[in-house]
């Protein structure tokens, strides 16, 4: 098959990511991936850095904007592409508008990482949403968010989970070294977060639940830091927070790393302190890595914890029930085998996730 990948966006994060290693995968597959992008983002440099075709597109309005649908089409036909992938939803007028006019020589397809807020029911939503091929969900809760929220014919609209690598997570290290390469003391408690330093991933929350527990024998470990021109007055908040409740000690700052498995190591339980996380997967991240979580009662976090059979769930927002559960957590750490939590992750297994979506765009050529 002949696929294109579209991100049209400048950002880096979980979207961005999952959008380029299935290029990466399909190209892997032994498919014919282009990716489409704009000049000098992350995404353009991930793709140089694993070999992708890539090619420059110009950044183009989240609505209308014919002009790029039409150099959109060109280029795809010109590619002779059979698919569109697309993940993010400011990409969806213009791809749906290069296979609107003209012959339609490829299909388009959107893959779900972000809910829906409000009922996307209106005649302009409708008619976008009926020009793509597929509507592909990672998870169940989603899938039925879309059917109630949307006129997307139902039998258009798949589950696909997304695809991680877990070897990485599941080959690790033992604990012990991996706190002495993040320079972490060995004989504390230690709750993790990763994630960038913003008021949606709940740093402020965690400490706030931190300093209500007064034990000095659990830390906890930030693994981020904060998004340039974006996240400095949360930055500032969460260090005035420290350092007004005494927490210096207690509180450790560590900046993002590629083998991110070393951190999940590193911890005793993960926290994914995010309102409402369309997925999460740092929680799959850290399931994989067999470290326990304690997730906010909300969003895909309830799916991937099986409702609180897989982790501990505590109220979003509210840092005195997260407080409770870190507190049940400390009184039973070993409530799960040494592997229960790392096998509920072989569902996500990228391997198995990609043959999904081999199968999933062959069945839609049919």
């Not at 989603?142 to 997307?152: A, F, I, N, R, S």
């Not at 070294?177 to 949606?200: C, M, T, V, Y």
């Not at 990228?350 to 049919?366: D, F, G, M, T």
């Amino acid at each position: 098959m002949r696929i294109a990948y579209i991100c049209g966006t400048e950002s880096w994060g979980g979207l961005e990511m999952n959008q380029a290693k299935n290029a990466l995968w399909m190209l892997q597959k032994g498919h014919s991936v282009f990716c489409l992008g704009l000049k000098d983002s992350k995404f353009q440099n991930y793709c140089a850095e694993h070999k992708i075709t890539f090619q420059v597109i110009k950044k183009h309005k989240k609505y209308y904007d014919f002009k790029a649908a039409l150099c959109l089409r060109k280029l795809l036909q010109s590619n002779k592409i059979e698919h569109l992938i697309l993940r993010d939803t400011r990409d969806m007028s213009v791809s749906v508008s290069a296979k609107f006019w003209g012959k339609t020589t490829f299909k388009v397809h959107y893959f779900m990482e972000m809910q829906l807020g409000v009922s996307k029911k209106n005649i302009l939503h409708t008619i976008r949403f009926r020009l793509l091929d597929s509507w592909c969900c990672p998870l169940n809760w989603l899938k039925e968010q879309v059917e109630h929220k949307t006129y997307m014919p139902k039998n258009r609209i798949v589950v696909i989970p997304s695809g991680l690598d877990r070897g990485p997570f599941i080959h690790n290290i033992p604990q012990e070294e991996a706190r002495k390469i993040l320079q972490l003391p060995q004989n504390k408690l230690i709750i993790g977060l990763a994630g960038r330093f913003d008021q949606q991933k709940g740093q402020l929350l965690l400490l706030h639940a931190l300093n209500k527990l007064k034990n000095n024998e659990i830390s906890i470990l930030f693994l981020g830091e904060p998004t340039h021109n974006e996240g400095e007055e949360y930055h500032h908040k969460m260090t005035q927070f420290i350092i007004e409740n005494n927490l210096q000690e207690q509180v450790f700052i560590r900046p993002f790393r590629k083998d991110i498995a070393v951190f999940y190591q590193a911890i005793d339980v993960f926290v994914m302190a995010s309102k409402a996380e369309t997925v999460g997967m740092v929680t799959l991240e850290a399931l994989a890595s067999n470290t326990p979580v304690i997730g906010s009662n909300s969003g895909g976090t309830m799916e991937l914890l099986e409702n609180g059979k897989l982790g501990y769930l505590f109220e979003p927002e509210n840092f005195e029930s997260l407080a409770a559960e870190i507190t049940a957590f400390c009184a039973n750490q070993k409530i799960w085998s040494n592997s229960e939590l790392a096998e509920s992750t072989e569902k996500f297994d990228h391997h198995k996730v990609i043959q999904q979506v081999e199968n999933h765009l062959n069945s839609s050529n049919s």
